[in-house]
């Protein structure tokens, strides 16, 4: 299994203070002339970022923010730590298929050489998707410069920029908006799948990669069926560390209780070595084991050859 951290995804606690539009109009003490207190204006509620979830909470794992993400295997459990979506701070992929932002998946979509290709057809528009280098080392003597045939090495993104289609790698072209090389792809602007839609409304519909919409560049499977436990509803959600692996020294950590419906797991073994703190069991949701590929039974929307559950 895999265990990740997001250093950039932290938790913030926001402490707000909302109430009448005068919560505070004047407070003067005895003695003080000439003073002027302005009423003090409440927070608006739609500022305040929502309270992280609970334990079983659904969480989207920041893998699926990138347009290059295929999506997660059957055979892969992953530990995202301190995921803003989470109380906790730890978001649980247990062996889940796909992308939890695309029910459905979708194969490859066309790909076509930029801005100026009208060979997409109706409805569909050739879009900038993920930046694909070339990639050069900031920390050079030079900067990187040598490294580009821009002859500019961003030091933000570790990456040439770019003034025309040649400076870019094979099947991309550059974006004069931003100066990157990207790779394009046909794709229908606003038509995304989302996690909430039925399958229904999600047909015919595109990956798109959470949080900018960007069209996801590579086939991603579709997620298993209904009822395997396996679907991003049962197998990807916010968890804790309920108890120790097996085999593993007292490392003195505190373990969290699991709520009704739920039960404690090992999910990260302990080997011998690595961090001890991070193998043990988390809680994961009841009748939710993985017992092996077979409980995929027949995935929904795409099944390509490396995906399980294919009907054919």
């Known amino acids: 299994m895999s265990y990740r951290d997001h250093d950039s995804e932290r938790r913030r606690v926001v402490r707000a203070i909302a109430g009448s539009a005068a919560l505070l109009s004047a407070v003067i003490l005895p003695g003080c002339k000439d003073i002027t207190v302005e009423p003090i204006t409440p927070i608006s509620r739609q500022n305040v970022a929502p309270a992280p979830g609970e334990i079983g909470d659904p969480c989207v794992p920041p893998d699926e923010g990138d347009p290059r993400f295929s999506g997660f295997a059957l055979g892969e459990n992953i530990l995202y730590e301190n995921h803003e979506q989470c109380g906790s701070g730890m978001c649980l992929v247990n062996h889940f298929q796909g992308r939890v932002s695309c029910p459905l998946g979708q194969?490859?979509?066309?790909?076509?050489?930029?801005?100026?290709?009208a060979s997409c057809g109706a409805g569909a528009s050739c879009v900038a998707a993920s930046a694909v280098g070339p990639f050069c080392d900031p920390q050079a003597a030079d900067g990187g410069a040598a490294?580009?045939?821009?002859?500019?090495?961003?030091?933000?993104?570790?990456?040439c920029e770019c003034t025309a289609d040649e400076q870019c790698p094979p099947g991309s072209a550059c974006d004069p908006g931003s100066r990157q090389c990207k790779q394009y792809v046909c794709h229908e602007p606003g038509s995304c799948q989302t996690?909430?839609?039925s399958d229904a409304e999600n047909e015919g519909k595109s990956c798109c990669a959470h949080g900018s919409g960007a069209p996801?560049?590579?086939?991603?499977?579709?997620?298993?069926?209904g009822d395997s436990g396996r679907r991003a509803e049962d197998a990807v959600h916010c968890s804790c560390r309920c108890g120790p692996a097996e085999g593993a020294p007292d490392d003195?950590?505190?373990y969290c209780a699991c709520p009704s419906g739920f039960e404690c797991k090992e999910i990260r073994p302990y080997v011998g070595i690595g961090d001890a703190g991070l193998a043990g069991?988390?809680?994961?949701?009841?009748?939710?084991?993985?017992?092996?590929?077979?409980?995929?039974?027949?995935?929904?929307?795409?099944?390509?050859?490396?995906?399980?559950?294919?009907?054919?």
């Open 107 to 117: 194969a490859a979509p066309a790909p076509c050489a930029g801005p100026g290709d």
């Open 147 to 159: 490294q580009c045939a821009s002859g500019v090495c961003n030091a933000q993104w570790g990456a």
């Open 195 to 197: 996690a909430g839609a």
């Open 216 to 225: 996801v560049t590579a086939p991603v499977c579709g997620q298993c069926a």
């Open 252 to 254: 003195g950590s505190e």
């Open 281 to 312: 069991k988390y809680c994961v949701k009841a009748g939710t084991e993985f017992t092996g590929a077979e409980q995929c039974g027949e995935a929904t929307g795409h099944a390509g050859p490396s995906c399980h559950g294919a009907s054919e």
